[in-house]
T-cell receptor, first 112, second 112 residues
Framework: GAGVSQSPSNKVTEKGKDVELRCDPISGHTALYWYRQSLGQGLEFLIYFQGNSAPDKSGLPSDRFSAERTGGSVSTLTIQRTQQEDSAVYLC??????????FGPGTRLTVT | DQQVKQNSPSLSVQEGRISILNCDYTNSMFDYFLWYKKYPAEGPTFLISISSIKDKNEDGRFTVFLNKSAKHLSLHIVPSQPGDSAVYFCAASLPSYGKLTFGQGTILTVHP
């Protein structure tokens, strides 16, 4: 079946602009996660959704970052007033269990 | 505070030999551990996992060992194949909670 998909695959934006990143999880997966990987770093947790609720937003680095999930399916991660340090690969994952997560290919964000 | 650490940024192994990737953690509350494999421009792919109630889990060429007293886990790949060349991440989870805490990754190169 279809895996996790993310769009766009690449995004180049100017500093100060807003960006929206989209994640389509595997159908039926109730849990959805956003992570980011900066150059040379491991994956950093951003936010976790169970259904449409976000019980853990502790990883969002600043109030410029927000995310929502609708219909228990698609999620969007929004970064307002982007900064150069926001440049990273943003990864989305979904799961049915608490442990094994299935990742999308990621969105590479470059802020110039 | 890096709760999951992979101290070897890279590992080079000859085809057919054993690859051993190591991971240390500091939080004794972690109860589930996973290994992910990542190719360039792709999302991480789940490889193998182990519950804290076990000390070994095997799946084909891949075996994960857990030493809870030392807070250490390792992934053994035998025999190693050139197609195994990728970045390997270990990850850990708290009980009944989906957020994964990742290590920084180890780049494995298997030479023909």
């Amino acid at each position: 079946g279809a895996g996790v998909s993310q769009s766009p695959s690449n995004k180049v934006t100017e500093k100060g602009k807003d960006v929206e990143l989209r994640c389509d999880p595997i159908s039926g997966h109730t849990a959805l996660y956003w992570y980011r990987q900066s150059l040379g770093q491991g994956l950093e947790f951003l936010i976790y959704f169970q259904g449409n609720s976000a019980p853990d937003k502790s990883g969002l680095p600043s109030d410029r970052f927000s995310a929502e999930r609708t219909g228990g399916s698609v999620s969007t991660l929004t970064i307002q007033r982007t900064q150069q340090e926001d440049s990273a690969v943003y990864l989305c994952a979904s799961s049915t269990s608490s442990y094994e997560q299935y990742f999308g290919p990621g969105t590479r964000l470059t802020v110039t | 505070d890096q709760q999951v650490k992979q101290n070897s940024p890279s590992l080079s192994v000859q085809e057919g030999r054993i690859s051993i990737l190591n991971c240390d953690y500091t939080n004794s509350m972690f109860d589930y551990f996973l290994w992910y494999k990542k190719y360039p421009a792709e999302g991480p792919t789940f490889l193998i996992s182990i519950s804290s109630i076990k000390d070994k889990n095997e799946d084909g060429r891949f075996t994960v060992f857990l030493n809870k007293s030392a807070k250490h886990l390792s992934l053994h790949i035998v025999p190693s194949q050139p197609g195994d060349s990728a970045v390997y991440f270990c990850a850990a989870s708290l009980p009944s909670y989906g957020k994964l805490t990742f290590g920084q990754g180890t780049i494995l190169t298997v030479h023909p």
